[in-house]
């Protein structure tokens, strides 16, 4: 302690500067198995956020796939995911641009497209070996009046969803023909063809629900020609959500349900569906909401055994399930899991800790040995500029208990004044069904090295404490989960953790919405960053894409028949009422969070001379991929509460202008 500088709490000096984090790091998405290979989607901030299959060989190393211009990215359902699949040294892939799916059968080759240009979307692709061709998710665009009518209950004109299959026999430049397998839900996900060929499975669900309210495993026996026999429902509900069909070797169809309450694994055979046998119950969710295709929570050894990652409060688990015998973890040192494949012997895994970057993971079942294959960022940190994440629980006025992980302010060359507090920034997650995550996380490091304190709050409604805790926001969005980052708050000012003069609440997308309510109807906080956030309720029921255009109906309320409810808790229709300076980040291509919402919002806080700032990114969507504006972004929220809660910020930065800030400060005074 005799050898740190005295210093106020936020103007630390840190190694973990904006640039560094930004220029180093890369996204990591949906690792595949395949013979010797190992694959994975990096996401490129310098490449514009351009979305590139790597694949990776003991004897090869890593090499791109997918030269630019081409982007491994679909927007069905605008979130996307399930993008790629490889097969026998085959790659298939959807490309932003177009939309189409390509072939690349070689290192040398140039990608191919398959399908025909046209309006449509693809994800979840999987190669069907038994019949060559490739099954997938179709978004069918076509406009109204050519593709049919409008879907019941819907706003409007919406996609046709179908599942589809993509011949490639024969197929040439964009002439593999595309027959549609299932059609008539409102959403499909999740095709998977058993080894043999004799079956096929897949989810579907309708309006209102989303795939983490409930939703149906279907089975339907596959004909030599490809075409399906009379599907059964075989699991599933309008209060049952299933996740991830999986085939095993010896014929058993594997999926995870939360009927019980908790996300879990179960069988069933084919042959004798309604015999359902639950594996290794637990407390545990064993999956998570499906916000987007590809994701993966488990796989199957070839002797059956399953390995997969089981959700606890604050850390992940890697368990294996023998086809017969106790489950028994597997000690590896990974806190956050996701992503897990199986080919034969191996896993193959996305892992971090809270002093390791994320990272892809390969794991040998027979030898234990892991392997960190590529990580999400060159940038070391020496462990002693590192917060490392606190559980903590509190009571809640929502009725809680809530949850949370604090990080406090961590920095070897710092410490604060005698008896100062530290600010807190409250960090409300998006989703509103995701939830905190122990890894290294350098977002959260560039304000704890700071000298700021941060809580990650799972307020009501966020996944990993089961289902009941999940729908403890159902009618109650703007309420509980506002009321539990409030909690956190105060619980941490009363506990001498944080500075009650200096509270700050930041999130993004439903993260975005539960800051600016609690901006508007709360006094709390002294300062905001709403990030793409949700302002006008009713504006977002109207007018956002097909996959969220029923979701308020259980978060909220009935729209349009309680739009009442919608305009008492819609932000932007009370931003006379907030008593704090607010800044806004948004992209100018949201489909999600469409910029009118934001600029409605700094509307009104600039006709009644609230303090606020306003930055809007061009060819920038629902979150932020370009290294540019990542940058700008990070920059920009350092100093605004630097400005608003007055200490000098240690970096050389651009300083965010803040309009109003000084006049309220005079009229404060």
């Not at 839900?185 to 063809?193: E, K, V």
Request: hydrophobic fraction near 40%; charged fraction near 25%.
């Amino acid at each position: 302690m005799a050898n740190r500088s005295v210093r106020p709490y936020g103007s630390w000096a840190s190694p973990i500067s904006v640039e560094k984090v930004v220029s180093a790091a890369i996204s990591l998405r949906e690792p595949r198995l395949d013979a010797d290979r190992l694959h994975w989607i990096e996401g490129r901030p310098a490449e514009r956020g351009r979305q590139v299959v790597v694949s990776w060989s003991d004897e090869e190393g890593t090499v791109d796939l997918t030269p630019p211009p081409f982007n491994a990215r679909t927007m069905v359902h605008e979130y996307g995911g399930g993008s790629y699949t490889v097969a026998e040294g085959t790659l298939y892939f959807s490309n932003l641009d177009d939309g189409r799916v390509y072939r690349r059968p070689a290192l040398g080759a140039q990608p191919q497209a398959l399908t025909p240009d046209g309006p449509y979307r693809f994800a979840d692709l999987v190669v069907d070996n038994g019949h060559d061709r490739l099954l997938a998710i179709r978004e069918d665009h076509t406009p109204l009046g050519q593709a049919g009518a409008a879907q019941p209950g819907s706003r409007g004109p919406e996609p046709d969803n179908s599942l589809v299959a993509i011949e490639l026999a024969g197929a040439g430049a964009g002439e593999g023909e595309v027959s549609v397998l299932a059609s008539g839900h409102d959403f499909y996900s999740t095709p998977r063809p058993s080894r043999d060929g004799r079956f096929l499975a897949w989810l579907s669900w309708n309006h209102p629900n989303m795939p983490w309210d409930g939703c149906e495993l279907w089975l339907a026996e596959v004909a030599a020609g490809g075409s399906l026999g009379e599907p059964r429902k075989v699991a599933g509900g309008p209060d049952e959500s299933i996740v991830q069909p999986e085939w095993a070797p010896d014929g058993r169809l594997i999926f995870v349900s939360d009927r019980s309450g908790w996300w879990n694994l179960y069988s069933l055979l084919p042959d004798e569906p309604a015999e359902q046998r639950a594996l290794a119950p637990m407390e545990s969710e064993f999956a998570g909401p499906q916000w987007v295709f590809g994701m993966s929570w488990y796989g199957v050894a070839e002797d059956g055994g399953v390995v997969a990652v089981a959700h606890r409060p604050a850390h992940d688990e890697l368990w294996l399930i023998p086809a017969e015998g106790p489950a028994r973890r597997l000690p590896v040192p990974d806190e956050q899991i996701d992503s897990v494949v199986v080919e034969g012997r191996r896993v193959a895994y996305l892992g971090a800790s809270p002093v390791r970057h994320r990272a892809v993971v390969l794991l040998d079942l027979d030898s234990g040995e892991r392997r960190e294959v590529r990580a999400s960022s060159t940038l070391h940190v020496d462990e002693a500029y590192i917060s490392r994440p606190e559980p903590i629980s509190f009571p809640s006025t929502s009725g809680g208990p809530a949850h949370a992980l604090y990080y406090p302010p961590a920095n070897r060359d710092f410490e604060a004044p005698a008896g100062e507090k530290p600010p807190l920034v409250v960090m409300s997650h998006g989703g509103p069904t995701s939830q905190a995550w122990a890894g290294l996380d350098l977002g959260k490091q560039l304000f704890t090295s700071r000298g700021f304190a941060v809580v990650d709050v799972d307020y009501g409604g966020s996944s990993g404490y089961g289902r009941e805790y999940r729908q403890r926001l159902e009618g109650n969005w703007g309420v509980v989960d506002v009321a539990d980052c409030v909690s956190a708050a105060r619980h941490l000012a009363d506990a001498g953790r944080a500075d009650p003069r200096r509270l700050a609440i930041r999130g993004g997308s439903a993260g975005g919405y539960t800051t600016l309510c609690a901006l508007v109807f709360e006094r709390v906080f002294a300062a905001g960053a709403s990030h793409f956030g949700v302002g006008d309720l009713e504006a977002l029921a109207r007018d956002t894409h097909k996959f969220e255009s029923r979701y308020l109906d259980r978060l909220v309320a009935p729209y349009p028949e309680r739009v009442d409810v919608y305009r008492e808790r819609s932000p932007v229709h009370f931003a006379e009422r907030c008593g704090c300076p607010v800044i806004v980040f948004q992209g100018l291509d949201d489909k999600v969070v469409p910029p009118a919402q934001a600029e409605q919002l700094v509307e009104a806080l600039r006709e009644r001379g609230l303090p606020y700032a306003y930055l809007a990114f061009e060819g920038e969507g629902h979150g932020f991929r370009q290294a540019d504006n990542i940058r700008r972004t990070l920059e920009s929220e350092l100093s605004f509460y630097a400005q608003v809660f007055g200490f000098e910020l240690a970096d050389a930065i651009e300083p965010v202008r803040v309009e109003n800030l000084q006049t309220a400060a005079t009229e404060s005074a």
